[in-house]
């Protein structure tokens, strides 16, 4: 029952977020990016920018708290990691966790002067909305581990949109 109510709480963030209802896609490849026209690409404008991250968290503490988890809360540290290491992503055109200038996780975070334990770092490059990303993380067993750890409690989220709409996503968990 849980999970139930968890997927419907997803599906109405989503509406949330894109503001408006699209009927699920009969096969998943119609996700991806290949499949994408210019006309379909999720942009974020202004309004989504502030509400984004609100709505990000709340679906994935929906998820938490079907599992019996706490909620997490936003750290402004991880927040300026996850926001730093996005635009880096974007600038040099591939997803992975070292920075351009060498940086691990685990260094961006700490130059924030974040004083918690960093438990992991989801990364995606997509034209997917969030609510799509945070269900790949989900189906992924290393990125669902990060998001559902039970040590977990505190988040940072940041992104980058260039301009042909592909968009650079960071998560960090910490504790």
């Given at each position: 029952?849980?999970?139930?109510?968890?997927?419907?709480?997803?599906?109405?963030?989503?509406?949330m977020v894109t503001g408006c209802t699209v009927p699920p896609p009969e096969d998943e490849a119609?996700?991806?990016?290949?499949?994408?026209?210019?006309a379909s690409i999720y942009r974020i404008d202004r309004f989504q920018r502030q509400e984004m991250p609100s709505r990000f968290l709340e679906a994935i503490n929906v998820v938490?708290?079907?599992?019996?988890?706490n909620e997490l809360q936003f750290s402004p540290e991880l927040n300026a990691a996850a926001f730093?290491?996005?635009?880096?992503?974007?600038?040099?055109?591939?997803?992975?966790?070292?920075?351009?200038?060498?940086?691990?996780?685990?260094?961006?975070?700490?130059?924030t002067g974040f004083e918690g334990e960093l438990i992991g770092e989801n990364i995606a490059e997509s034209f997917d909305t969030p609510i799509e990303t945070i269900g790949?993380?989900?189906?992924?067993?290393?990125?669902?581990?990060?998001?559902?750890?039970?040590g977990a409690e505190r988040a940072g989220l940041g992104w980058n949109q260039d301009p042909d709409g592909r968009i650079w996503w960071v998560f960090l968990v910490g504790s």
């Amino acid at each position: 029952m849980r999970a139930l109510l968890a997927i419907a709480m997803l599906c109405f963030l989503e509406v949330m977020v894109t503001g408006c209802t699209v009927p699920p896609p009969e096969d998943e490849a119609e996700l991806r990016p290949a499949t994408r026209t210019v006309a379909s690409i999720y942009r974020i404008d202004r309004f989504q920018r502030q509400e984004m991250p609100s709505r990000f968290l709340e679906a994935i503490n929906v998820v938490r708290d079907g599992e019996g988890l706490n909620e997490l809360q936003f750290s402004p540290e991880l927040n300026a990691a996850a926001f730093t290491h996005a635009l880096d992503m974007s600038v040099q055109k591939r997803p992975w966790h070292f920075g351009s200038d060498r940086s691990s996780p685990n260094s961006r975070v700490e130059t924030t002067g974040f004083e918690g334990e960093l438990i992991g770092e989801n990364i995606a490059e997509s034209f997917d909305t969030p609510i799509e990303t945070i269900g790949y993380w989900l189906e992924n067993p290393n990125t669902r581990s990060n998001i559902m750890h039970a040590g977990a409690e505190r988040a940072g989220l940041g992104w980058n949109q260039d301009p042909d709409g592909r968009i650079w996503w960071v998560f960090l968990v910490g504790s």
